[in-house]
């Protein structure tokens, strides 16, 4: 179901740190510089990033679920073409569920593609079975590896013969050392929608950096050089002006004990900087295209 033996081969040694399943389908990235990503046919997904000396970079959960039935709890998921609930579809949309092609790959790169062939009909569906989404569509997800950087872009082209309109984000897990250590800069200043306060949502405006205590879920007017800082290292995280919101989620102890692919303390490891497209739908007539991305650099 998850594509084909041949590609799934490509990538022995990192297929044992990563703890894949033997005939998972992934495509091995490496940089001149000796950096090495690893991306999941599976929903387009990059599920590691390591560094010229080997350090992880991204967080992928030991409890994710790897056999192609639900999304992976970890790496870079593609929401599309929907985000969270705001919309029919399924959580996050069907991007991130189903299996994409890849169309061209050389050694630091590779481009996969969705259209709508590829989406299972239920996957097109409302909760209640009706049709929500029955528009054609192709969408590229291309991984680029660089030294100390990490470049996702996503293309998106109407290719029907009605218009369509989607929200959408990178919902990067990134690797902590310890989430209580971490602060963020890049956001001081900026009123941003607190979803942890539930029904009653309030705006506040960000004093300093945005540090974790408990659960944080936080819709930011996109942040263009968001910066996490900790003692091993610092990562930029940077997006282009097509993508006007930057979500930040970490789940804390008491949400992470109820989300069965992470681990107990699995909370401490990540923070979530997504880069997304939320507030105000990508419209796109027939024949038109948009083009959005997310860009990692450590230092
Ligand atoms: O558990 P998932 O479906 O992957 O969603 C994980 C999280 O994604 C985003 O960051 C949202 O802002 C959160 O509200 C959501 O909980």
């Not at 590896?145 to 929200?167: D, I, M, Q």
Request: some cysteine; hydrophobic content about 45%.
């Amino acid at each position: 179901m998850l594509g084909t033996e041949e590609l799934s081969l490509r990538s022995p040694a990192m297929r044992g740190a990563l703890n894949l399943p033997a005939d998972y389908p992934v495509v091995r990235l490496q940089a001149r510089t000796g950096e090495q990503a690893v991306v999941s046919l599976f929903g387009a997904q990059v599920l590691s990033w390591t560094d010229a000396d080997e350090r992880e970079l991204l967080y992928l959960s030991p409890k994710a679920t790897l056999d192609g039935s639900v999304a992976i709890r970890g790496g870079i998921p593609v929401c599309w073409p929907q985000f969270n609930r705001r919309g029919p579809l399924v959580k996050h949309g069907f991007a991130r569920v189903v299996p994409w092609q890849v169309i061209e790959q050389s050694e630091s790169a590779v481009t996969l593609r969705l259209t709508r062939a590829d989406v299972p009909e239920g996957l097109l569906q409302d909760a209640d079975g009706a049709m929500a989404w029955l528009h054609d569509f192709e969408v590229d997800l291309t991984v680029r590896l660089a030294s100390a950087r990490l470049n996702v872009e996503l293309a998106v082209r109407n290719t029907g013969t009605t218009a369509f309109a989607f929200t959408t984000a990178l919902h990067s897990y990134l690797a902590v050392d310890a989430i209580d250590a971490l602060a963020i800069s890049g956001a001081e200043g900026q009123r941003y929608w607190d979803a942890v306060a539930g029904a009653d949502p309030e705006y506040p405006v960000q004093q300093g950096d945005i540090v974790f205590q408990g659960e944080v879920d936080r819709v930011y007017p996109a942040l263009p050089r968001a910066t996490l800082q900790q003692s091993s290292h610092w990562l930029r995280v940077s997006q282009p002006a097509s993508m006007e919101q930057t979500v930040v989620w970490n789940p804390g102890a008491a949400l992470c004990a109820t989300l069965h692919d992470l681990p107990a303390d699995g909370y401490h490891r990540f923070v979530c900087v997504e880069a997304a497209q939320i507030d105000t739908p990508v419209r796109l007539e027939p024949g038109q295209g948009w083009l959005g991305g997310q860009t990692l650099q450590v230092a």
